[in-house]
Structures are given as C-alpha cells and as structure tokens.
C-alpha cells in the first residue's frame, strides 16, 4: 500500500487528550490537514516560526498572530539552561511565560546536545556534554527530556533522538537508530502528562533500510505524530528528496508528519508534495538579520547598492507591514545604519513570505493543483525585478 495506509493500520490508537489530525484533502502525496490542540486548530501544511529562547527573535506575540502564525518552536536545551524550567512553570508554562495563546512544540534539544561534537560523551542512558552558557558538564537522558519539556509544558514535544551528522558512516548511522528507538521508548514511558502530544523522530540518514527500519520500529512503540530528522545537517538534493517520499510509504497516513528544519521556499514546496505537513527553521529571521529578504522566487540583499533610491516595496504582491509601508530604499537605509527596525520588519516580511506560501499551498491541494503551484514558483521572479 502507498500513503502509509499499511502503517497506519498497526500504529496504536491517539492517546493524547485534546487532540486530533484529520487530512482533509489530497493530491498525490501532499496533504491538507487540521491538527486540533488544546491551545487551538493549525491548518496544514504550516510553517512554524521558531523562538528558540522563548521568543521569535524581533516579533512579538501580537505581531506573529497579524501574519499569521498558528503554532511556535521553542528550544528545551536552551529554555533548561536560562532561565531554568522552574522560572517557565512558575508562569503557568511557556503559553503564560511568551505570552502565546497558539500550539506550542517544544523540541527535546537532542539536536542541540549532539551539535557539541567537541565536548559530548555518548552513554547509553543518554549524553553527557559541556553547557554553552557556563562550561559546566550535564547528562541529557530521554527522562529528563520528557521531564524538562512537561515542565515547560508546549502542547505537542519531542522525544530525544541521536541525530546523527551528515557525513556520519553507516556503522554510525546503525548504531544512531537503534539509540534513537531504545530512548524513544523511555521517553513514552517517561510521559506523564496526556496533554502533550509526543512526537517520535525517524532518523537514518538517506539510507533506505535504515530509514525504514527506524519507522518500523517507531511505529511499533506508538506515537501520536511522526517527525523526519537528520535531514537538516548536510543532506540535500535527490537522495533527501528521496527520503522524504519514502515517509510517505511507510509513516501511517492519518498522523502528522513534520519535517524538522527546512524554511526555503523551494525546498517547502518540495517536502509537501512529498506529503509533509508542518516545518520550521530559524533561516527566516537569521536572514533578516542579515539584510536579506527572502520571496518565494529568490532573495534580495539590501545591502545592495542598487537599492538605494528604490522606492518599491520588497515585493508587492506581499501584505506584511514592511511591504504594505515602506520602500526597499528605507529598509536599505535601516539595515546600512544597523537599525533594530531592519530586523523586525524584515523578520516580519520573511516569515509571512513562508506562512503566506503553505497557506497557498494548502489551498492548491484543496483545488487539486499543486503541480500547477509549483510550476508557477519556480518560473515567476520577484515583482518589478
């Protein structure tokens, strides 16, 4: 069977309270859903802006919900480490803490814990590694990070994973998968809060086996959604293509399916039509930060000279305020004096560019044209360019 649908008969049932995922419409792989949260309904495909340390750097609250954002990221590793998961709890969690009403994920740091190549000792409990923030020296488990995440208390969290590197062999790969079921069963039966949903991490690499393997086995524990990693620290082109797809196949069709960290538009597109439902990535806001504005057919960098004396928007076509009030010439003149507006309304801009494209996307596979949608981002260029 494609589509998951042979998967989807040996997954357990839903077990969170408060939540559920129907796929309203199809065509070919990509799905249009709704995932129902205790803190609200998220249409899908969706784009999740990430706020790392508990807020989405330069937009606040107010102005997330104007573009348009359902559901935010943050980071436990961080969120562990400053201020302390007792500071968010006292808050009532992380809705009362940010000051976000929507869906919250919570991812379980594992890709934080494994990025400290140079100071984590790999343990089979977990990993043992150096704090960014003072040198000091932790052990990060699946309990823990079930622990942290409950405290912090997002809807939806993650279990902890090996995420292996791109260029990891396949000694090493087999060896992250089979860490990456054993601690994602401790991580089920470390939940205790059923109004969380918990989210188990397919990993593998591109290798197809593995990949394989590893959902087999994470199916066969149970999870109410299913994430694709490892495909964010090196892999691109057809062989991440390829894996995406292969999802489809095996991951059981009536659950979430969320690719973790992927925020190019063309790269967006490709993953929905491969049939994944929710994404996030930080490159948004880093390159607003940068001077860079993205649009769905490419970038500018205002840093440009030649947009000095433009007096068009970044794109008109696009209802953010930086488009809607102001001229490239004026967020040019903002980002050359280093002006903290260039980065909010450039953050502003770019993340309405990627939630305003899975909207649209979404809508495509209602009117069973995605193909169509597609076609028409890669050939278009930006407006007036």
Partial sequence: MTGGAGAASRAPAMRAEGFSFTVEARDGRARAGRLVTPHGEVETPCFMPVGTKATVKGVPPRDLVAIGARIVLANAY????????EVVAAHG???????????????SGGFQVFSLAGTRVLRDDGVEFTSVYDGSRHVFTPELAIRVQEGLGADIVMCFDECAPGTATHEELV???????????ACKAAQTRRDQMLIGIVQGGVDEDLRRRSAAELLSVGFDAYAVGG??????????????GLMDE??????LRYFMGIGDPRGILDVIARGIDVFDCVLPTRMARTGTALTRFGRLNLRNARFAEDRRPIDET????ACTTFTRAYLRHLVMQREILAAELLSLHNLRVLIALAAEARAAIAAGRLEEFVAESETQTPTGE
């Fill in 231 to 244: 495909l964010s620290v090196g892999e691109r082109g057809p062989d991440m293509l390829a894996t995406v």
């Fill in 250 to 255: 095996v991951l059981p069709a009536d659950r």
């Fill in 175 to 185: 060896a992250a998968v089979a860490r990456t079921t054993r601690w994602a069963a």
């Fill in 318 to 321: 696009c209802d953010c305020p």
């Fill in 78 to 85: 961080h969120l562990y480490f400053r201020p302390g998961v």
């Fill in 93 to 107: 969690g992380l809705h009362g803490f940010m000051g976000w009403d929507g869906p919250l994920l919570t991812d």
